[in-house]
């Protein structure tokens, strides 16, 4: 498959690209410097090898996991589920998000007003690209979405259509319908 978005917010390259661009925009070096305490400080409760996430993930959900890459729009048949359920962390299967707070939106990623209480946590990833049609492109932290357990890359917090927004990958996640 070649579905990966090519994106420059490789998380592995976070701090050099974060640098660099809160010279220009003036985000607080502190800022930074706490986000990174956080980063390193906290300890997942699902923490495997490479290699164990190799074997587990396809290399495609690896990129998209475990490296922080973005699905192609559309191309998780996520984007526009509407049945009842719970998405499930494909990392380590904790309900990430509710079917019932998931909104369809024309952009093609698997949306959601909010997650499942206390199970996602969130990280810097950069400036928000122009490209992602967020009112707050160019100057804000783009901020990330990940598991609380296992640590997995899900997706970002975007202001999509005038409201906040999770935007997750759907290769992110395992669909657990609550009708069959
Ligand atoms: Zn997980």
């Known amino acids: 498959m070649s579905m990966i978005v090519k994106t420059e917010l490789n998380r592995r390259g976070f701090f050099a690209y974060s640098s660099a661009a809160a010279l220009t925009v003036g985000v607080s070096s502190r800022a930074m410097a706490l986000e990174a305490e956080g ?41 526009n589920e509407t049945a ?28 959601f007003y909010h997650a ?3 199970n996602v946590l969130t990280g810097i990833d950069g400036i ?14 783009l901020i990330e979405t990940h598991c609380r357990r296992c ?12 409201i906040q927004t999770h935007c997750i990958n759907g290769a992110s996640l395992v669909f657990k319908s609550s009708t069959t």
């Open 39 to 79: 980063a390193s400080d906290y300890q997942y409760e699902v923490i495997r090898t490479e290699a164990e996430w190799r074997a587990q993930l396809s290399e495609f959900d690896y990129a998209i996991l475990r490296e922080g890459k973005t699905e192609k729009q559309k191309s998780s048949p996520h984007w």
């Open 116 to 118: 499942v209480p206390n």
């Open 84 to 111: 009842e359920g719970i998405y499930h962390c494909k990392g380590c299967d904790l309900p990430s998000y509710d079917g019932k707070w998931k909104v369809v939106l024309k952009k093609g990623w698997a949306f």
């Open 151 to 162: 640590g997995s890359h899900l997706g970002h917090l975007l202001i999509v259509e005038g």
């Open 128 to 141: 928000i690209p122009p490209e992602y049609g967020d009112s707050a492109a160019g100057f804000a932290a």
